[in-house]
């Protein structure tokens, strides 16, 4: 949709004319083609065994919550829709992701009733997709849009920065927008924390001007540091292949266990 302008120039066009482009996006055949599918599969589904087994509906699911990349971790994403989200010892309980935390609560109560069974999880479920779909197609037409439009709609409701850095797309807005080098990857957690904090203020993201003042920063310095690769996904590249965390550590230090 946008192919063709620079990062900057790309950024000012999704602002001034973001509804419009959405909804045009949302009218193509191909995506309505599998938001049908998504809705007569989802009715057949009644416990997350049959989910999971079902590769092309989980990863509709899964996109929609930004997780794509875990579809082969069925360990996981088992115990995210089984185990019971608030318990001290659940996994979901451990994790300082958000995604995964909302994830498990959207959809561990196959007990007392089938997620799929409720029109409002389908349709926030499509509406998700829908966006997260929307938000790659212009990652791929100028880079670091998709990163951009993701930490507008999420960081507002940050309320610490501890929230931010748990989100490795945040994580990376946040070490980009404030031109640190990629280096500051490789410190401890408690010391990119400290730094963090001293230089993030999470009033400038309630503010629209501030945050699209600081995003216009962003998908600048983001063009500069990652070029024309608008096909790469940095926020899946945080995780390892093996189905590991090793690129989410690395980023955030080895203490991820922390609660935020």
Known sequence: MLVGLSAPQAWSVVQRQGAALEARFATQATLTREIDRFRERAAAITDPEALLKDRRTLQFMLESYGLESEINKTAILRKLMTQNPDAEGSLANQMTDQRYRQFARDFSGWDAQVPFRK?????????????ARYEKQLGQDAPGLREALYFQRN??????????????????????????????????????????????????????????????????????EFGGATNS???????????????????LGATLNRRV
């Open 119 to 131: 029109a409002a999880a389908i349709g926030n479920i499509i509406e998700r997709w829908q966006t």
């Open 233 to 251: 996904n940095p926020v899946a590249g945080l995780f390892s292949g093996d189905g590991g965390t090793g690129g989410l550590y690395s980023l």
């Open 155 to 224: 960081a507002p409701g940050a309320t610490s920065v501890l929230q931010l850095m748990s989100d490795p797309a945040l994580a990376l807005v946040l070490r980009v927008g404030l031109g640190l080098p990629q280096q500051f990857a490789g410190l401890e957690f408690d010391q990119q924390r400290t730094i963090l904090e001293k230089r993030v203020d999470l009033e400038v993201f309630k503010d629209p001007r501030r945050l699209d003042a600081f995003l216009r920063r962003f998908v600048i310095r983001y063009e500069a």
